[in-house]
């Protein structure tokens, strides 16, 4: 090949690769001016973030008399009107010792119930290994959370179930070796102590909790509909008394009491459906509630809440201020963020019953999409919208849409420039 033919090539080839990557950067270039973001579907609940003050219907129970209590009910234990929640004793020793007679007692009235009825044969062996196995679960979660009483009484239902398996499985025809062993050891304890010198009575129906914080009376449940925002702020602590044997919660809704903004406020005043309380030291898991009632001074002032609930657990039970989460709502859909959105105009066609074309016209809200090198505006209806971003329906009532149109999984969305219009071309 001629070397001056060689060169022309070389040279042509050089050329046309500069003329690409030149073009390759005012392309760039130009599409670095209108950053895009994909729009991808997220779930997002909407949260309230507050102090709460937990008002229940509370008697304390007071113990005038001299000894040691020894409870008959654990935590949380229901409990009916002049019911025993503790006996008396001279001494630690004989309360102790009627407490695991107690206990004792108790496993024997299960092994005699079992072997007389024969439930464990009532029931298939896949139910009872499942009871099994839910009631280990629930022992080791009382267990890791430091609930010891709830963990004694998971452990009695444990048990049951071990021995409803003995039975149907026929490793174990009846308990009567364990019968007579558990009568022994409550024989013996029963005769090496005194027996009870009285017990503590509740005159009314409810929830027994020993754990007494001061606060019982700081609000009075009556007055639920009186309280305002600066009654939260006057809130006293009394002093809990030597002679304070617990407390019975009567009624079964409770109320929690809290403080939130203007804006807030008005946001639960539109919301229509139940809310979630998550309280962040006292459970684990949301529990239901509903807005019981609102009190404003004025509509630029905070507000006082009042969510009422019916859901109570141990840890709920001695819970009384607490940080918590209000959900109003949770909702899914297409993610974007604020500086995207702007107002455009779409156009709507139609054709009437001669087959005529009509064409309208709206503003409205919405995104500028890139196709390729083509800019599109899309309508967007909104589900939800915090402070940097929006989550948008991706299938809205056609009611929402001007032209039925909107934004789609993946679109690549326009996030910033100048001069933007649908059906503008990028070059």
Known sequence: MDKLLFKRILVSALTVLALIYVGYLLISANFDMYPTENAVKTTVTNKIFTNAFIIRDETVIEN???????????????????????????????????SIADSLEKQKIALENLQKNGSAKAVGIDTINNSIHNHLITYLSNVNNGDLTAANSSSYNLLDSINQRQIYTGKSSNFNEEIADLNAQISQLRNSSAKSTGSIKTEKAGYFSEFCDGYENAIKYTDLDKIKLEDLDKIEKSEVGSNNAGKIISNLNWYVACKVSSDEATELSLWDGNVTVLFSNAATEKIPASVYRIYQESKDSDALVILQCDYMDDGLIEARQEPIEIGLGTYTGLRISKRAIHDDFVTKTTYDENDKKHTEEKKVQGVYVLYGSEVQFKQISLLYADEDYVICDPNPDKDKLFNGETVSLYDKVITKGDDLYDGKVIK
């Open 64 to 98: 005038n008399s001299d000894g040691v209590l020894s409870y008959s009910c654990y935590e949380g234990e229901e409990v009916k009107a002049g019911g025993e929640i503790a006996k008396i004793y001279q001494s630690e020793d004989d309360a102790l010792n009627n």
